[in-house]
């Protein structure tokens, strides 16, 4: 009589852990982490690579020049009669391309931000109404830049102006003012 438990199988001779259908799960397995942990260590030297060589070229952000050089004194010269507020003529060539505007009143030359001091819009000049307005929310500013109507909290700002060396008038737009700090720094070109 044969015993329930005494059954003994023959393993072949030739069995690896493989099927006739490919490999176990087992080995599946194994291939499947191995292949990611590899995956992992390619990735983060290639990273790192990556990062090392791009530390050699730093990525530098160009700016244009802030300064300009807009003419001379007698560029400036007119033989109009002022308004009611000093301001004999407002020259705006530079404001499409350097957003500002050359004043030139009785007794000076000076440069105005054509940034709106409510929410920073560029403001436009009226010639025939004599005044600075903004787009946005309707901000109103003389021809000497000081508000009248609308949100704007202050006057228009001011930028650096001086003359070099060979009487040229240089705008720094990278130097900004606000009207108080521009009269008590005296920040213009006196020109009377």
Known sequence: MSSPFNHSHAIPEHSTGHTDE?????????????VFGWGVVATTLGVGLFENL???YPSVVFHPPSKYIIGGIHDFV??????Q??????DTRFKKDHRFFVVRDKERIFALYARCTHLGCTVNWF???NIFKCPCHGSEFRSNGHEFAGPAPRPLDRHHISMDSEKRIIV????????KEFEKQKIYIRVA
Do not use: C, M, N
């Open 172 to 179: 720094d737009t990278a130097l900004v003012y606000s009207q």
């Open 78 to 83: 007119s033989d109009e009669k002022p308004d």
């Open 85 to 90: 507020y000093g301001v004999i003529s407002v």
């Open 22 to 34: 490919g490999l176990s799960r087992r080995a599946f397995l194994d291939k499947s982490i191995s």
């Open 127 to 129: 010639e025939d109404l």
């Open 54 to 56: 791009r530390f050699l």
